[in-house]
Nanobody, 128 residues
Framework: QVQLRESGRGSVQAGGSLRLSCAGS?????????MGWFRQAPGKEREGVAA???????NYADSVKGRFTIAKDNAKNTLYLQMNSLNPEDTAMYYC?????????????????????WGQGTQVTVSS
């Protein structure tokens, strides 16, 4: 069983920064090899933003490359998303996710996959 809890919600002006955190509670034998962040704006589907695998390899959606950075601290079971140069299009509910079986790519990891574990979500609002 994997339980995830996000923190770091906030409202910022365009150009600002925020850091999201996701604390994981893992009761199974291993930490999921793929962890990441998704987001969902009103009226839109949930989309992958960034992913990190067990070796620390990262990848990002094109819309956030160069602005967002995903990182993890295995000792603390915590995942982070540093978001810089935010713009109003980044406004969404952000979700921490984990999965034991997917290809760890923000572009191909579907929110509809069975076996996804989710946090409760945290709201990010960027004003112009």
């Amino acid at each position: 069983q994997v339980q995830l809890r996000e923190s770091g919600r906030g409202s910022v002006q365009a150009g600002g920064s925020l850091r999201l955190s996701c604390a994981g509670s893992i009761s199974t034998y291993s930490i999921p090899p793929c962890m990441g962040w998704f987001r969902q704006a009103p009226g839109k589907e949930r989309e992958g933003v960034a992913a990190i695998d067990s070796s620390g390899n990262t990848n990002y959606a094109d819309s956030v490359k160069g602005r967002f950075t995903i990182a993890k601290d295995n000792a603390k079971n915590t995942l982070y998303l540093q978001m810089n140069s935010l713009n109003p299009e980044d406004t969404a509910m952000y979700y921490c996710a984990a999965n034991y079986r997917v290809t760890c790519s923000a572009g191909s990891w579907s929110a509809k996959y069975a076996g996804n574990f989710w946090g409760q979500g945290t709201q990010v609002t960027v004003s112009s």
